[in-house]
Structures are given as structure tokens and as C-alpha cells.
């Protein structure tokens, strides 16, 4: 039986029809909802267009898709809230292609139309397209306060800071005030892009500061690595929360201040903060970075005794475990780790990718990736320089140029300037100098731009092989390059000096002491029970010198039994390079 829509009894039942579906997506009831779409469907009020809207909505938020899609196809006239529902529906389903297909379909782009995909493809991680669609919908269209907050977000994942400033300035133009969200927003933005002091006077301006406020000033200046102002502004915090501390522990560790960030991870825990799983990964990373395996499988006791709900093991977590024991040289235990994981990420496979090539296993390495392609995962960028990097360490050349070959036709990654010199350095570990200067050559002949990396490859393996006309015409460009760097000099001339050629190291150290370059001191460090023991070049300032030489004199005399290479010519081991090598050390 059809219903007049038109009627004043219509009216009544639609009316009735809409609370009913109101109060199942209210009440998340699925099987109700389905109920009243079969009774409007043999009423044909299921072609009444808000009631069609509200079947979309509900099935949206239930994740039906297939359902929602029928409710819009079934209407006969369709406004511009079906298509924005529908389009919700497919973003909160996370389906970007259907999402970007019923875009270009309709009829009239609105405002809410642009904020929904902008919104979408942020959350999803293409930056990219976020920026490039806020570009069309300037064309005809303005834009409000959440299309800032998104594309802001955008600019600071991308560090765009000539995108940010522009859409600062359009806002702007546009009369738009800035409220608490949006400055925050913008101070985070701007920090993340490398300007802090923009960050500051949004900072200032603001008349009322919450917490996220202060804590994305923190980030702002640990971004631009002003670790100081950062621990002021914290300092000055009104009140702090977890998010505050996690936000300063990790800007130490990314700055390469670990112990920093452990020391205030301590402080932390002390002031009873818990901390969250972002704050583990900054941790775990910390004691990672400075080989503190004691104090990286405490804080892994501590997770497993104390589990912060079950996100104590989520996915970030669980990769900064890997990492961190990779780079203690366990692999059984990231192993173990990666067997147990639930879900894994890009992330969780290249670390065990790297993980065994750092190791010194590179058939194993290769065998985490074959793995990881039945599985379906794509490899990125950072995947193929993990097994460029596997093949090298393993001498696998061939198998390394297979894989640099089927980046871009197999996997449609292109490659960069690091893979390029990844496969320098495989030739070059391989003892195929002039094969990776045929490389190089072969790049120049495509027009790829000359790489530092790449050079430097190739200056490192003259050193190891000791090829003086090679390791000159590869500082030769190095020196164009990168002017500034000394140490391209130092290695030049550590490998004159190799060769016992003299008078060119003088010219080398000449040139170094005019452009004003010193060797700073290299120097070792160790952390036992006692604390931290630091050792420089000649140094003899440790209470137990005598027996550190002593003990040194016994490895190198091993060394020389076993022809250790050590980035040391064979012809060095005699008795006058014996004496040389302890005192660089």
C-alpha cells in the first residue's frame, strides 16, 4: 500500500517514521532500524527524502554500507545533505575512493562537502591532496574555521610553512577571529614548520590558554631545537598533564639529549603522571639510542607489571620494542615481539627488515621481506633502503640490484638519492670499485642530481680499499658539494696518510686549517655500575690507563695475527702502525 506523501497523514506517520529512526541511532539499534526500512519500503516513504537522509545516517554510523548506499539510491530526488551523508558515510568507513567518486559526482560542492574530504584525507595521511583540494575550494568557495584547523593540520604534517603562512593570510582576509582551538592549531602548525617565533606571538596574543596551549609551545620550540625555551615554557606550565611531559621527553630524545629525556621521565613517574604509550615509544627510543639495555628492559617490565589498559601494547609500543631490541643485537627477543603482535604496520616490518641487516643477518633480512610481500604489505621508501642496506652488509650486489631495479617498475616507489648510495656502498664493500664509478656515471647519464651520499659511498670504500685515484676524484666533488664539511677532508687525508703519503696529507690539513676546519677529538664512551667513562683520543687521564693500553697493545697484536681490516690497509700492521693505531685511539 502506497502512501501520498502530500497528505496531512503523511505527515503524522513521517513524522512518526523520523523519531523512530531518530531513537535507533540514538540507541545504535540496527535491527529496529531495518525493520522500519522494510515497512517504508512497501510504503514508498522510504523515497521521502529526510527520511531517506536519516537511513543513511543510521546505517553509516553502523557501518552498513552496502545498506546506506541502497537508502541514497533509492531516492528519487536527492539534496545536497543526502550526498554530504553519504559522503560522511564513506570517510567514516575510511573508503577514499568511493568518497572521492561521489565528490566529483554531485551536483553542488558546499562548504560541508570540502570540510568532510579535507578532513578524510588528513586523518588518512595524504597531506598532499588535503592541501591540493583546499586550493579548489578557494576557487569558489570560502571557507570557516574547521577547514583552518584541517589544512593547518596538513601544513604541520608536511612542514609546508609557505602553505601555512598563506592559509594564515587568507584567513586573515577573510575575517576570520581566532579562537582558543585555531591559535592552538596554529602554534603547533608553526612550530612543526620551523617557525617557533610565530608560535610565540600567537602564544601572546591569546587571551585565554588551556593546557594544549602551553604544551604545543613546548613543541614548538623543541621542534626548532631550542631546548631550553622549551623547558622554560614547561616550567612555567600553570598545571601539566601527561600529554605535557611527553611532549618535552620527547622533544629531548629527538634532539639527541636521551639521558635528558630519561632523567625527566624519571621526574615524571616521581610526580605520579602516568605516562602514556607516546610517552613509552620516546622512552624506549631514548635507551635504545644510548644502549641502555638495562634501563630498556625495565621500563619493558615496567609495561608488561602495570599495562596502562591495553594500550600498553598497542601498535607504536610494540614497534618501539622492536627497534629497541634490534639495536641491542637481540633479535630472538624483537622476534618474539613481532611473532606476538596483533596487527602490524609498514613500521613493525621494516624494523625487523633493518633489525637483521644491522646484524649483520642479511639472508635474513630478505627473508622478513619476501615474508612481508605474501602478506600483502607495500613496501615504502624506507623498506627498500633497509634491504639495499641488507644487501650490502650480506654482499648479496646482485641480489641488490634486483631490488633497486624493481623499485619503481614492480612496486612503483622511486628511487632516492640514499638507495643510489646504499648500492655504492654494496659495490664498494664488495670490493667493486670501479663497477660502482660505472654506477655514478650511469646516474649522470640519466640526469640524476650528483648525491653527497652517493660520493660519500664511494670515498668510504677507497678508504677501505685503499684506491687513491678513485677516493680523489670522489673528494673532488664531495668538496663542491658540501664545502663546509670537514670531515670529507680528514678522511682524504687519513687515506693519504694509509698510503704513506705525506706531503699530501700536509696539503690536505693546509687546506682544512684555511677554510678554518678543526678535527674535533673522536671519542668512546661505556656505562657500567660505576656511571658514565668517557675516553678521547690519547687520552690518559683514567686512574686505570695503564691497563687499558696494555689490554689495547693485546687486541691489536690479535688483530694483526687474524689480518684484521678495521678500515686499516693490511700494510699498516706492522710494528710503526701498531704504535700509530694507539695513539689515535
Given at each position: 500500500?502506497?502512501?501520498?506523501?502530500?497528505?496531512?497523514?503523511?505527515?503524522?506517520?513521517?513524522?512518526?517514521?523520523?523519531?523512530?529512526?531518530?531513537?535507533?541511532?540514538?540507541?545504535?539499534?540496527?535491527?529496529?532500524?531495518?525493520?522500519?526500512?522494510?515497512?517504508?519500503?512497501?510504503?514508498?516513504?522510504?523515497?521521502?527524502?529526510?527520511?531517506?537522509?536519516?537511513?543513511?545516517?543510521?546505517?553509516?554510523?553502523?557501518?552498513?554500507?552496502?545498506?546506506?548506499?541502497?537508502?541514497?539510491?533509492?531516492?528519487?530526488?536527492?539534496?545536497?545533505?543526502s550526498?554530504?551523508?553519504?559522503?560522511?558515510?564513506?570517510?567514516?568507513a575510511?573508503?577514499?575512493?568511493?568518497?572521492?567518486?561521489?565528490?566529483?559526482?554531485?551536483?553542488?560542492?558546499?562548504?560541508?562537502?570540502?570540510?568532510?574530504?579535507?578532513?578524510?584525507?588528513?586523518?588518512?595521511?595524504?597531506?598532499?591532496?588535503?592541501?591540493?583540494?583546499?586550493?579548489?575550494?578557494?576557487?569558489n568557495?570560502?571557507?570557516?574555521?574547521?577547514?583552518?584547523?584541517?589544512?593547518?593540520?596538513?601544513?604541520?604534517?608536511l612542514?609546508?610553512?609557505?602553505?601555512?603562512?598563506?592559509?594564515?593570510?587568507?584567513?586573515?582576509?577573510?575575517?576570520?577571529?581566532?579562537?582558543l582551538?585555531?591559535?592552538?592549531?596554529?602554534?603547533?602548525?608553526?612550530?612543526?614548520?620551523?617557525?617557533?617565533?610565530?608560535?610565540?606571538?600567537?602564544?601572546?596574543?591569546?587571551?585565554?590558554?588551556?593546557?594544549?596551549?602551553?604544551?604545543?609551545?613546548?613543541?614548538?620550540?623543541?621542534?626548532?631545537?631550542?631546548?631550553?625555551?622549551?623547558?622554560?615554557?614547561?616550567?612555567?606550565?600553570?598545571?601539566?598533564?601527561?600529554?605535557?611531559?611527553?611532549?618535552?621527553?620527547?622533544?629531548?630524545?629527538?634532539?639527541?639529549?636521551?639521558?635528558?629525556?630519561?632523567?625527566?621521565?624519571?621526574?615524571?613517574?616521581?610526580?605520579?603522571?602516568?605516562?602514556?604509550?607516546?610517552?613509552?615509544?620516546?622512552?624506549?627510543?631514548?635507551?635504545?639510542?644510548?644502549?641502555?639495555?638495562?634501563?630498556?628492559?625495565?621500563?619493558?617490565?615496567?609495561?608488561v607489571?602495570?599495562?596502562?589498559?591495553?594500550?600498553?601494547?598497542?601498535?607504536?609500543?610494540?614497534?618501539?620494542?622492536?627497534?629497541?631490541?634490534?639495536?641491542?643485537g637481540?633479535?630472538?627477543?624483537?622476534?618474539?615481539?613481532?611473532?606476538?603482535?596483533?596487527?602490524?604496520?609498514?613500521?613493525?616490518?621494516?624494523?625487523?627488515?633493518?633489525?637483521?641487516?644491522?646484524?649483520?643477518?642479511?639472508?635474513?633480512?630478505?627473508?622478513?621481506?619476501?615474508?612481508?610481500?605474501?602478506?600483502?604489505?607495500?613496501?615504502?621508501?624506507?623498506?627498500?633502503?633497509?634491504?639495499?642496506s641488507?644487501?650490502?652488509?650480506?654482499?648479496?650486489v646482485?641480489?641488490?640490484?634486483?631490488?633497486?631495479?624493481?623499485?619503481?617498475?614492480?612496486?612503483?616507489?622511486?628511487?632516492?638519492?640514499?638507495?643510489?648510495?646504499?648500492?655504492?656502498d654494496?659495490?664498494?664493500?664488495?670490493?667493486?670499485?670501479?663497477?660502482?664509478?660505472?654506477?655514478?656515471?650511469?646516474?649522470?647519464?640519466?640526469?640524476?642530481?650528483?648525491?653527497?651520499?652517493?660520493?660519500?659511498?664511494?670515498?668510504?670504500?677507497?678508504?677501505?680499499?685503499?684506491?687513491?685515484?678513485?677516493?680523489?676524484?670522489?673528494?673532488k666533488?664531495l668538496?663542491?658539494?658540501?664545502?663546509?664539511?670537514?670531515?670529507r677532508?680528514?678522511?682524504?687525508?687519513?687515506?693519504?696518510?694509509?698510503?704513506?703519503?705525506?706531503?699530501?696529507?700536509?696539503?690536505?690539513?693546509?687546506?682544512?686549517?684555511?677554510?678554518?676546519?678543526?678535527?674535533?677529538?673522536?671519542?668512546?664512551?661505556?656505562?657500567?655500575?660505576?656511571?658514565?667513562?668517557?675516553?678521547?683520543?690519547?687520552?690518559?687521564?683514567?686512574?686505570?690507563?695503564?691497563?687499558?693500553?696494555?689490554?689495547?697493545?693485546?687486541?691489536?697484536?690479535?688483530?694483526?695475527?687474524?689480518?684484521?681490516?678495521?678500515?686499516?690497509?693490511?700494510?699498516l700492521f706492522?710494528?710503526?702502525?701498531?704504535?700509530?693505531?694507539?695513539?689515535?685511539?
Amino acid at each position: 500500500m502506497f502512501i501520498d506523501t502530500t497528505s496531512a497523514a503523511a505527515a503524522v506517520t513521517i513524522s512518526r517514521f523520523l523519531s523512530l529512526i531518530e531513537r535507533c541511532i540514538a540507541t545504535k539499534d540496527l535491527r529496529l532500524g531495518r525493520h522500519l526500512h522494510t515497512h517504508l519500503l512497501k510504503t514508498a516513504l522510504n523515497h521521502h527524502t529526510v527520511v531517506a537522509n536519516r537511513l543513511v545516517h543510521l546505517y553509516s554510523l553502523a557501518g552498513v554500507l552496502p545498506s546506506a548506499v541502497s537508502a541514497f539510491t533509492d531516492l528519487p530526488f536527492k539534496n545536497h545533505h543526502s550526498y554530504n551523508t553519504l559522503l560522511a558515510a564513506f570517510c567514516r568507513a575510511g573508503h577514499l575512493p568511493s568518497a572521492r567518486q561521489l565528490f566529483d559526482q554531485m551536483p553542488h560542492r558546499g562548504l560541508v562537502s570540502y570540510n568532510t574530504r579535507i578532513s578524510t584525507l588528513i586523518h588518512h595521511g595524504h597531506h598532499t591532496e588535503a592541501l591540493n583540494l583546499f586550493t579548489r575550494m578557494r576557487e569558489n568557495h570560502s571557507f570557516d574555521k574547521f577547514t583552518v584547523v584541517g589544512v593547518a593540520t596538513a601544513c604541520a604534517n608536511l612542514g609546508a610553512l609557505k602553505s601555512l603562512r598563506q592559509l594564515h593570510g587568507a584567513a586573515i582576509v577573510s575575517g576570520l577571529e581566532f579562537n582558543l582551538i585555531m591559535s592552538n592549531v596554529m602554534i603547533d602548525a608553526y612550530g612543526k614548520c620551523g617557525d617557533a617565533e610565530v608560535s610565540r606571538e600567537f602564544f601572546d596574543r591569546m587571551g585565554t590558554r588551556d593546557v594544549i596551549s602551553w604544551t604545543s609551545l613546548v613543541v614548538a620550540y623543541a621542534s626548532a631545537h631550542r631546548l631550553e625555551e622549551a623547558w622554560l615554557v614547561f616550567d612555567r606550565m600553570p598545571e601539566r598533564n601527561a600529554v605535557s611531559w611527553t611532549a618535552l621527553i620527547s622533544g629531548y630524545e629527538q634532539n639527541g639529549e636521551g639521558e635528558a629525556a630519561l632523567e625527566l621521565f624519571r621526574r615524571m613517574m616521581e610526580e605520579g603522571v602516568g605516562p602514556t604509550p607516546f610517552t613509552l615509544v620516546s622512552v624506549l627510543s631514548a635507551c635504545a639510542g644510548l644502549g641502555f639495555i638495562a634501563r630498556g628492559k625495565q621500563v619493558h617490565g615496567f609495561m608488561v607489571r602495570r599495562c596502562i589498559g591495553l594500550d600498553s601494547f598497542n601498535i607504536f609500543t610494540s614497534n618501539a620494542l622492536i627497534d629497541m631490541y634490534a639495536k641491542f643485537g637481540d633479535m630472538a627477543a624483537a622476534g618474539t615481539l613481532f611473532d606476538e603482535m596483533p596487527e602490524r604496520d609498514i613500521v613493525s616490518w621494516n624494523s625487523m627488515v633493518t633489525g637483521f641487516a644491522q646484524n649483520g643477518h642479511g639472508k635474513q633480512s630478505l627473508a622478513v621481506f619476501e615474508q612481508m610481500m605474501k602478506a600483502g604489505i607495500t613496501p615504502n621508501h624506507t623498506t627498500f633502503l633497509c634491504v639495499l642496506s641488507a644487501c650490502s652488509h650480506a654482499g648479496l650486489v646482485l641480489e641488490g640490484r634486483r631490488f633497486l631495479d624493481s623499485m619503481e617498475k614492480k612496486y612503483g616507489v622511486q628511487p632516492r638519492p640514499e638507495h643510489y648510495a646504499a648500492f655504492v656502498d654494496a659495490l664498494g664493500r664488495n670490493c667493486q670499485l670501479e663497477e660502482a664509478m660505472e654506477f655514478i656515471k650511469y646516474l649522470h647519464s640519466k640526469h640524476e642530481p650528483s648525491s653527497v651520499g652517493t660520493w660519500g659511498a664511494l670515498l668510504g670504500a677507497c678508504r677501505v680499499h685503499g684506491n687513491l685515484e678513485l677516493a680523489e676524484r670522489a673528494s673532488k666533488y664531495l668538496f663542491e658539494l658540501e664545502p663546509e664539511n670537514g670531515a670529507r677532508y680528514v678522511m682524504l687525508s687519513n687515506i693519504y696518510a694509509a698510503a704513506g703519503r705525506w706531503d699530501n696529507v700536509r696539503q690536505v690539513r693546509l687546506l682544512m686549517k684555511g677554510k678554518g676546519f678543526r678535527k674535533d677529538p673522536g671519542f668512546s664512551w661505556i656505562y657500567l655500575r660505576s656511571g658514565k667513562h668517557m675516553f678521547v683520543a690519547d687520552d690518559e687521564s683514567h686512574k686505570r690507563t695503564g691497563e687499558i693500553y696494555e689490554l689495547l697493545a693485546t687486541l691489536v697484536d690479535q688483530m694483526k695475527e687474524t689480518r684484521c681490516h678495521l678500515n686499516f690497509e693490511q700494510s699498516l700492521f706492522g710494528d710503526e702502525s701498531r704504535d700509530l693505531l694507539l695513539q689515535c685511539v
